[in-house]
């Protein structure tokens, strides 16, 4: 790069000074900096906003020739390339959305070594003519972002990071640093060897996020209970609401705008014109609330996003971590917020068994659910149980979180259990399944005309849990279910079956230990600090 030659090469620490005017490099940015400008190889492993583009960018200005840099966002290379532009950096990207003489001018600017950085879509490389032109110019650096894409583990895989491994083949000089936010061992030795970086420093930054305060609240009425939030914790904040579905981030965006909060919806069934335009506002403008599906929010740099708002369970642990990690960039308290219910268990139970896929694919999508069963059960410290998830051990309780604020109580389950579990049998047994609801009517000793039409009055269960209110029992449910002591069919009704694991409670050979469901008004954090 040529942009401050007047000169010698100028230092790392001169480039950050001069052209991003920060002081200093952060965390473990100098020593990785350090590495790729003499040549080295990288894997970065830094939580979303720890600094993960200057472990390219300043080294792309430090090195003779063009940093290159992978990167699945499309969308969002233009904004890159004008913030760069901004602090004088010459940068450009090549993607699918390019006219034929843009593409041109960039290709030139490329050849005549006049850009710091080129940004390029994965899929560029597997054409021809894009890894000729890389050789006929000089490549200073291989930038690999959002490097969990190329796990088939992960939540985020693109096929195009496989044959990623190329770089190295073809320019083995040319030193490779790959970046992510995700962090489990898994991801990281696939990373490591899928994009043949044995020979690189492994460079693995703490996950904690201490100014996020994580919250998980049974679900209720979410979208009362979000608009409850919003109002008397975050009025006039900018944040990120996420929803499962296309419909219900229409619906919620909508219900929000009725109730004076300027929500805008993101997701990828709107027009591209759309989507750019409402993630162009809630860039630009302040305290507006994105309503999104998971398509939003991967490489937004917004840093004073104060709340990551979820009402539906995330499919894993990693896609809660990354999604709530939008939060409180610029290190100021945020509030992570999750709506967690019944009928997410049972749906996403489903969503698993009726998934395209072979049964080792069904079993990691179990695996990734069951953890985030067990974060939104946990009776400790939320903050500890996902640090020692991201393989960090030993934190202390952060006394931040909604369990430190307000320790729920757990309690010996294991008979309520055996009475629903019994339930289902003697039900099982007349060669019948129902759902939630009406397991508890039974349980309660309701008379509905539903339990009378069907005779359930004489099961030996009716009646026998009325020592429970409807919402205890659901929790009850709700918790066998994440815990699969009790299961669910794939039928699309919620009906519940007995798992292998019922026998052992059904012969009192496990006891069940439960999270008492406390109550439902969120606190405020503003009251407490007080
Ligand atoms: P990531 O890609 O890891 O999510 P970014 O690279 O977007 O994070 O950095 C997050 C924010 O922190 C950005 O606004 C960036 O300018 C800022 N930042 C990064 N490194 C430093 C530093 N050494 N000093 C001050 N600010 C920094
Ligand atoms: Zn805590």
Redesign the pocket.
């Known amino acids: 790069a040529t942009l401050l030659d007047d000169g010698p090469a100028p230092s790392a620490l001169e480039v950050?000074r001069r052209v991003?005017g920060?002081d200093?490099?952060?965390g473990d940015?100098a020593e990785i900096i350090d590495t790729v400008v003499a040549g080295g190889d990288a894997l970065v492993l830094?939580p979303?906003?720890?600094?993960?583009?200057?472990c390219y960018q300043v080294p792309a200005l430090v090195r003779p020739g063009t940093g290159v840099v992978v990167s699945p966002l499309i969308a969002l290379m233009q904004d890159q390339v004008d913030a760069l532009s901004a602090l004088g950096v010459r940068a450009g990207f090549l993607n699918s959305t390019q006219q034929p003489h843009e593409r041109r001018a960039v290709e030139q600017a490329y050849l005549s070594g006049e850009l710091d950085l080129l940004y390029l879509a994965p899929e560029r490389l597997r054409v021809r003519e894009t890894v000729e032109l890389l050789d006929q110019g000089r490549v200073a650096l291989f930038a690999i972002d959002e490097a969990h894409c190329v796990s088939q583990w992960g939540h985020d895989f693109r096929p195009d990071y496989l044959q990623l491994s190329m770089l190295h083949e073809r320019w083995p000089e040319v030193p490779r640093v790959a970046l992510t936010?995700t962090a489990t061992e898994a991801t990281h030795a696939e990373i490591a060897e899928r994009l043949q970086l044995r020979e690189a420093r492994h460079f693995v930054a703490s996950f904690d996020r201490p100014n996020i305060q994580y919250r998980i609240a049974p679900k209720d009425n979410p979208r009362a209970q979000l608009l409850h939030l919003l109002r008397t914790e975050h009025p006039g904040d900018a944040g990120i609401v996420y929803c499962l579905s296309r419909a219900s981030v229409e619906q919620t965006a909508a219900y929000l705008v009725d109730q004076g909060i300027p929500a805008l919806p993101y997701h990828a069934g709107l027009d591209r014109q759309v989507r750019a335009r409402n993630q162009a506002r809630f860039l630009r403008e302040d305290g507006v609330v994105m309503v999104a599906t998971i398509a939003f929010g991967m490489g937004i740099?917004k840093?004073d996003v104060r709340f990551v708002a979820h009402l539906d369970l995330p499919k894993s642990v990693e896609g809660y971590y990354q999604e709530t990690g939008r939060a409180g960039?610029d290190g100021l308290p945020s509030t992570a917020w999750l709506a967690y219910g019944l009928a997410d268990v049972v749906q996403q139970r489903r969503m698993i068994d009726t998934s395209d896929g072979d049964a080792a694919h069904r079993r990691r999508l179990t695996q990734h659910l069951d953890a985030m069963l067990a974060l939104c059960e946990t009776v400790s410290c939320r903050r500890v149980q996902l640090l020692n998830y991201f393989g960090q051990s030993g934190a202390e309780a952060c006394g931040n979180c909604d369990t430190c604020l307000s320790p729920p109580e757990s309690w010996d389950g294991t008979v309520p259990a055996q009475k629903l579990l019994s339930t289902v049998v003697r039900l099982e047994q007349r060669g019948q399944r129902y759902g939630v609801g009406h397991l508890v009517d039974i349980l309660r000793g309701k008379s509905t005309p539903r339990v009378q039409q069907l005779g359930h009055a004489s099961l030996s269960t009716f009646g026998v849990g009325a020592d429970l209110s409807d919402g205890e029992w659901r929790g009850v449910v709700r918790q066998l279910l994440a815990a699969e002591l009790l299961g669910v069919d794939t039928d699309g009704y919620g009906t519940l079956r007995l798992a292998p694991a019922s026998a052992e409670v059904l012969r009192g050979e496990r006891e069940v230990r439960l999270r008492r469901e406390v109550e439902k008004a969120p606190r405020s954090r503003g009251a407490r600090e007080e």
């Open positions: 950050l991003w920060y200093e490099f952060r940015q830094m979303t906003g720890g600094g993960k583009s200057l936010a740099d840093p960039r």
